[in-house]
């Protein structure tokens, strides 16, 4: 079975600062998704950015960014120009052959005026 | 507006009394999952359809059944709660069988007494 691992339960950042969250996960498959999902306090589930494995390239969304490393098993998320409304919950995510996506446990991320 | 809709938002019950949480989707997709959330464990796969009439475990499926007898819907059943099963739920839904993306609802949050 697929685990996620995400070492930090909670961060902080200042406005306009730049932060990475970080996140492992271990599988012995060579296709498969990496997912960024965040919760804000109003608890929906919102999509930040998507990795697709086949692709060498670190996908990006605006000021979210990933750096994919294959080989070490770690999907890190960075976030540039940190706003008020980042303040959320981030989980990180994998989906490989299994129709299920496996979350780790979150990263708390607090952005401080 | 395409969607994922649950219902209760909220419900607090007493144990062994059977309830429903419906989830309906109106974006025609053939998956569609269920998951629990539980502080400093993330979201957990309860159980998973990749179409109507075919529902499979995930990680969790103990005290929980489910149906999918028409695409768009896809209840949770909780036959006899017990107050381990408090926990926020949250419905999604996603195209084709193995979904690159998953769309989900605003979430369902249980309290069994």
């Known amino acids: 079975a697929q685990t996620v691992t995400q070492s930090q339960p909670e961060m902080s950042v200042q406005e306009a600062e730049t932060v990475t969250l970080s996140c492992t996960y271990d599988t012995s498959e060579n296709n498969y998704y990496l997912f960024w999902y965040k919760q804000p306090p109003s608890r929906q589930m919102i999509l930040v950015i998507r990795q697709e494995a086949y692709k060498q390239q670190n996908a990006t969304e605006n000021r979210f960014s990933v750096n994919f490393q294959k080989a070490a098993k770690s999907f890190s998320l960075k976030i540039s120009d940190s706003q008020l409304g980042d303040t959320a919950m981030y989980f990180c995510a994998f989906r490989g052959s299994a129709r299920q996506l496996t979350f780790g446990s979150g990263t708390q991320l607090t952005v401080l005026p | 507006e395409a969607q994922v809709t649950q219902n209760p938002r909220y419900l607090i019950t007493v144990t062994g009394k059977k309830l429903t949480v419906t989830c309906s989707q109106n974006?025609?997709?053939?998956?569609m999952s269920w998951y629990r959330q539980d502080p400093g464990l993330g979201l957990r796969q309860i159980y998973y359809s990749m179409n109507v009439e075919v529902t499979d475990k995930g990680d969790v499926p103990e005290g929980y059944k489910v149906s999918r007898k028409e695409k768009r819907n896809f209840p949770l059943i909780l036959e006899s709660p017990s107050p381990n099963q408090t926990s926020l739920y949250f419905c999604?839904?996603?195209?084709?069988?193995?979904?690159?993306?998953?769309?989900f609802g605003p979430g369902t949050r249980l309290t069994v007494t």
């Open positions: 999604a839904s996603g195209v084709g069988l193995a979904p690159r993306e998953q769309y």
């Open positions: 974006m025609n997709h053939e998956y």
